[in-house]
């Protein structure tokens, strides 16, 4: 009975031993990505998008919904020594015939997503300063998730001297962990385009308290 007894008492205190074990890990654990997460983001500063997707992942796409790949140009990202993003728009070879919500699109792309989580929580912002002859274009900013979340989708206008926009890096700063695509997009309709050409530039376009 007494070695039935040690037996119980020896498998109870494993498990509690076991217990105890994980719990102080998880604790260390916790308290390790803490001190990490606090010394990165004492590290953060001022970042040029532009500057860095063109050193790092090369030029920004022209992305066309309907038949016309040359509906929309874009220039090199690097010009004149200026990081600046210049979208060209022709749309004479569109067909008049709408079945669904045209556009036309300046594409950033990130593989593998981008981590702007420790900017979200030290309450950076998007900024940028556009000028062109259209009326308006979406800023889009999606997350690499499987149904894409849009953690911005605002309506910028656009006049023919720069002007800055601002736009907080809103919500949960876990959203921002996975940032997948910046797009401009210019919709074929009046509100962003009237006429068959037209073009729009931005630049200092930063992430910044």
């Known amino acids: ?3 039935i007894w040690s037996h119980i008492i020896s498998a109870v205190s ?5 217990v105890i074990g994980t719990v102080c890990y998880n604790k260390l654990y916790s308290s390790y990505k803490k001190r990490i ?3 990165k983001k004492r590290k953060l500063s ?3 998008i532009f500057e860095e997707y063109a050193r790092d992942k090369g030029e920004a796409k022209a992305i066309v919904s309907f038949n016309d790949q040359h509906a929309i140009t874009i220039m ?3 010009h004149n020594g200026i990081y600046l993003l210049r979208a060209e728009i022709n749309l004479d070879n569109k067909a008049q015939e709408e079945i669904q919500r045209d556009f036309v699109m300046a594409l950033l792309q990130y593989y593998p997503p981008a981590d702007w989580s ?3 929580e ?3 912002n998007l900024k940028f300063k556009i000028r062109g002859n259209i009326q308006g274009v979406c800023l889009e900013v999606k997350s690499g998730n499987w149904n894409k979340n849009k953690l911005i989708d605002e309506y910028v206008p656009v006049t023919d001297c720069f002007a800055t926009h601002t736009y907080p890096l809103n919500g949960n700063a876990q959203i921002w962990q996975s940032v ?3 797009c401009f997009t210019v919709f074929i309709e009046d509100e962003y385009i009237q006429g068959t050409k037209g073009f729009f530039e931005i630049m200092d376009c930063v992430l910044e308290k």
């Open 180 to 182: 997948e695509e910046i």
């Open 37 to 39: 997460r606090e010394m």
């Open 1 to 3: 009975m007494s070695d």
């Open 46 to 48: 001022f970042v040029n």
């Open 76 to 78: 090199p990202l690097l």
């Open 118 to 120: 420790y900017h979200a």
């Open 14 to 18: 494993g498990i509690v031993t076991g």
């Open 122 to 124: 030290c309450r950076y």
